[in-house]
């Protein structure tokens, strides 16, 4: 007995010891090579050997990764950094480790987009989530791309659609569909957000705090495992793309999921950062990013959102075997300077001064190999030394696209505002920016900005200088409106040269961030750039900045100058009283002759200062404003504003003064025109003509009134060419979706026609064949057959005149219109088990475009459907056609619980939508809105309403249109 309770306790105890802990991570996209550290610690062990059972999860789109791990579905998740635009000081997820140390989103684009720049008025393919909160919206929002300026369409995922040209530009990864744009051989560039400063990461794991409070080391030894899993995968990736293929998924080939794989090392940077490592340098980047875009509360803190799991680790300088044997092998390092770009820097007699001359000897001790400087005479001399490999980096640069073909970049340590200098008469510039086209504006030659703002404005008036000085000088002495610089350097030398000559008369958006600048054939010396940069604290840094800055403020005031300005003034006002007494004795013989003379004199320039004041006002407002505004005596153009030149191709106001209304209206328009002129107008659309004998359309109102006793007609007019351009190709988009839906119905309609049609026909068939024919029954089938068939041909007819795209005012039935809606979409409310109910069913023939009064009705009858699809119960459709005094009343209300009502009024807006895309259009009734109140001449809005139907209390949209009899 004894002997079997000893047993009992052994084997108690043997599986005890043995049990493992079951956790799961979820991923948040399919299996493949991304995850691999993950699979081979699953499949090599390094999980069991810490007592992990690990479930490796999938991602499907129901699921949400973040709320898995909060509600305890799952222990570890993987996510981006976008989780931080919802995470706040108090979120119970934390990061636990990064493996990707930049984010391998990008844009791939056709080749003539170089820049994001060039993104404006393009059609980008990428995820609704992406354009919202990814380093792709920070990339548009640092450029000011607004939403307006690109077209976005959803992403499909399918590499095809850029391939075969639907789209010019498509998020992408470089590790998945890069692989195929390649294969295509399409050619294509580039844009990466990391090129313009903005940091991303992936492949993030996130974990509850509840999870680190109650199982520390378990959170330990599963980022353990995986760092070793991770290790594995890299050194054997043949054998683990085998392994994913083969137990996990195969909807990428093997060679697609090696490509990845090689990319995903790119992305780990293995050779310069720990694997697993979280480093608060990059991840405080991307913090920063963030919060300056607005997509991110500014009170999060980086140790909110980290937990340290190693706090102990290794700094940042120390160095992978590989960099360490490149530092022994490398004697030293040669750089280049801009020699004249105090205080940044300068080589003054052979010496390197200036803020990279305590930046550098600082980063040489720290990489461990000597830095030596290499003496030139000019920027652009650095610059062709670099192209030479005569140096082998720039001690202070920032990117370009010509730049890249010889250099990489480091992340910026010195960053300022762009200004621009004027001499003193100048007043101050808001957006200095808009005269780079304008005025000849001076930039050191080779300078970034300089190619930026070339490129960006081809018809720059920029004039290329060999140094700061120079520049400085030239718009001294008039030859250069003004020079573009950085704030420091452009401080510096108004301090030192040109204290009472220039000014800093405004300051650009743009800032200059300015890093290293490292042969792009040395991948290793880059790397060690790269790390010690990092290594250097913002304290430094600023220690640093702050020892030349006060250089600025220490010699602001200039008391000898101001002594001399004093003494100026000083004699300005002794001689000014001196001549006041001479004016007073004087005035005293002639103010008695001159009396009335002189307040003549006042009166009148007091009226010519009135009116020259008033017409200088008139001209800066009518400049001002954002239209075409045109000034006429009876049908004679008497003024114009610089609009009018843009908008009607001509060169100069005295061109356009003197001409005729005939000359800006078209002809066939012209009698409406003339007769709009006789009374104060609303907006009203006609075709106007431009000098080159164009014709285009615009939108005009106007009033009538007096100006200096004279009768004038004042016309604002409006190009709204693209405005209907767009709204052409919405309304054939609608009505592409209407006809789609359209065609859904047909099926409906025609399947139970052509089944009795069928069953019909065959059992006639049969009859003959069985010699059992009855001439009588045979009558009557084919009598049915005969009445199907004229049925299904109605059906054909309606349908077909829907499809018309003819927009001619006829004369139709109101309720008429509405029922035969309602019998092309009777298949789609059956099968949806929708019933029609009117309410009120008037009736009155009017006057204008039915087909498009048709297509707005569908629109509405749809989105009925769609909220009611899913709905449990009784489902509703209410009408209500009412004839009033001067109009017609449509109103069409559901019982599908409203809409609400913080965006109800939004839903006529384009484009705007509370459904997923893939359920429908989202412009419908944008294009509903259009059609009635613009096309129609009607009305329409939309409301909430909570009413009774059969003693039951039901809460719908109700959708109210009033047409007018006649249009």
């Known amino acids: 007995m004894r002997v079997n309770k000893l047993l009992f306790l052994l084997i108690f105890i043997t599986n005890t010891s043995f049990s493992m802990d079951k956790i799961s991570l979820q991923l948040n996209w399919k299996y493949q090579f991304e995850f691999a550290g993950f699979i081979t610690a699953k499949e090599k062990g390094y999980y069991k050997d810490v007592n992990l059972d690990v479930e490796i999860k999938e991602f499907n789109h129901k699921i949400n990764v973040l709320d898995e791990i909060k509600l305890g579905k799952a222990t570890y998740g993987i996510y981006d950094l976008s989780l931080l635009s919802s995470n706040d000081k108090n979120s119970s997820l934390k990061l636990i480790a990064n493996y990707f140390k930049r984010s391998s989103l990008i844009f791939i684009a056709t080749q003539d987009i170089i820049t994001p720049e060039d993104l404006r008025n393009k059609t980008i393919m990428a995820e609704s989530s992406q354009m919202i909160s990814s380093t792709l919206s920070v990339l548009l929002k640092k450029f000011d791309i607004k939403e307006n300026e690109i077209s976005v369409k959803e992403h499909t995922f399918n590499p095809q659609d850029f391939i075969n040209g639907k789209v010019d530009v498509m998020s992408a990864y470089v590790s998945n569909e890069l692989y195929y744009i390649k294969k295509s051989k399409k050619p294509f560039t580039i844009i990466d957000p990391l090129s313009y400063g903005i940091y991303g990461s992936g492949v993030n794991v996130f974990t509850s705090e509840t999870e680190i409070k109650n199982n520390p080391r378990r959170v330990q030894h599963f980022i353990e495992a995986t760092n070793k899993g991770w290790l594995y995968a890299l050194e054997h990736k043949e054998e683990i793309v085998d392994i994913i293929y083969t137990k996990y998924s195969k909807i990428k080939s093997k060679e697609a999921l090696l490509f990845e794989a090689k990319e995903t090392e790119k992305l780990i940077m293995s050779n310069i950062y720990n694997i697993g490592e979280i480093n608060k340098m990059l991840l405080q980047k991307n913090l920063n990013e963030f919060k300056k875009e607005g997509l991110l509360n500014k009170k999060i803190d980086i140790n909110d959102i980290i937990y340290d799991i190693e706090k102990d680790k290794p700094s940042l300088s120390t160095f992978t075997n590989a960099q360490k044997e490149y530092i022994l092998k490398k004697k030293k390092i040669t750089m280049c300077i801009d020699p004249d770009w105090m205080p940044y820097e300068k080589l003054d007699k052979g010496k390197h001064i200036g803020m990279t001359s305590d930046f550098i000897p600082l980063i040489s001790q720290r990489i461990g190999i000597p830095i030596t400087l290499v003496p030139t005479k000019s920027w652009a001399e650095s610059v062709e030394y670099a192209k030479m490999r005569k140096c082998d980096i720039f001690s202070l640069a920032m990117p370009t696209s010509s730049r890249l073909n010889y250099m990489n970049f480091t992340i910026p340590y010195i960053s300022f505002p762009l200004v621009i200098s004027t001499r003193m008469d100048r007043l101050f510039i808001s957006n200095p920016e808009s005269l780079i086209t304008k005025e000849k504006i001076g930039i050191v030659k080779g300078y970034a900005i300089s190619e930026i703002l070339k490129k960006k404005y081809p018809d720059h008036k920029i004039i290329d200088v060999p140094s700061v000085d120079i520049g400085m000088k030239m718009v001294s002495e008039g030859k250069l409106f003004g020079f573009l610089g950085a704030l420091p350097t452009v401080a510096y030398s108004l301090q030192h040269k040109y204290i009472s000559e220039l000014k800093i008369a405004g300051k650009f958006d743009k800032k200059l961030e300015l890093g290293i600048g490292v042969r792009n054939d040395d991948p290793i010396l ?401 294009m509903t809105h259009q059609i009635i109140e613009n096309h129609m001449k009607g009305s329409i809005f939309v409301k909430n309403s909570t009413y009774k139907y059969k003693n039951i209390e039901y809460t719908g949209a109700v959708f109210i249109l009033k047409l007018p009899f006649k249009n």
């Open 526 to 926: 880059f790397e060690l750039f790269e790390k010690v940069i990092q290594s250097i604290s913002e304290p430094r840094k600023q220690e640093i900045l702050n020892k030349y800055i006060s250089v600025k403020i220490a010699n602001k005031v200039d008391y000898e100058f101001l002594y001399q300005i004093l003494f100026v003034i000083s004699l300005i006002v002794l001689f000014g009283l001196y001549r006041h007494q001479q004016v007073i004795k004087y005035n005293k013989v002639l103010e008695k002759q001159q009396l009335e003379l002189n307040i003549s004199n006042k009166e009148l320039q007091h009226t010519e200062k009135r009116l020259k004041s008033s017409i200088e006002d008139f001209e800066t407002l009518l400049d001002s404003a954002a239209e075409s505004i045109f000034v006429f005596e009876g049908e004679i153009c008497t003024h114009a504003n610089k609009i009018v030149l843009e908008m009607f191709g001509y060169d100069s106001k005295d061109e356009v003064i003197g001409k005729q209304l005939k000359d800006f209206a078209y002809k066939e328009d012209l009698e409406l025109v003339r007769g709009k002129f006789l009374n104060n107008v609303n907006q009203y659309e006609v075709h106007g003509i431009r000098k080159n004998g164009e014709v285009f359309d615009i939108m005009a109102k106007g009033i009538n009134t007096t100006l200096n006793g004279r009768k004038v007609r004042i016309s604002s007019v409006v190009d709204i060419t693209e405005m209907k351009r767009k709204e052409k190709l919405l309304f054939q988009q609608s009505k592409m979706a209407s006809m789609g839906e359209m065609i859904d119905n047909i099926a409906h309609q025609w399947r139970q026609p052509l089944s009795l049609i069928s069953t019909i026909s065959t059992g006639l068939e049969l009859k003959i064949q069985l010699d059992v024919v009855n001439k009588e029954d045979s009558t009557k089938d084919l009598q049915k057959i005969n009445n199907t068939v004229q049925h299904l041909s109605r059906t054909i007819d309606d349908f077909r005149d829907f499809f018309k795209s003819d927009k001619t005012l006829v004369k139709f039935s109101v309720l008429e219109s509405v029922n035969k809606n309602l019998f092309l979409l009777d298949a789609i409310f059956s099968a949806n088990h929708i019933e029609i109910v009117f309410e009120k069913s008037e009736d009155i023939i009017i006057e204008n475009y039915e087909n498009e009064f048709t297509q707005a009705l569908v629109n509405i009858f749809y989105n009925a459907k769609d909220v009611m699809e899913n709905m449990h119960g009784k489902r509703y459709i209410f009408i209500n056609v009412e004839v009033l005094e001067d109009y017609i009343e449509i109103s069409i209300k559901d019982n599908g619980g409203g809409i609400d009502n913080d965006i109800i009024e939004n839903v006529f807006e384009p484009y705007f939508t509370t459904k997923h895309q893939s359920q429908g259009t989202v412009i419908g009734l944008y």
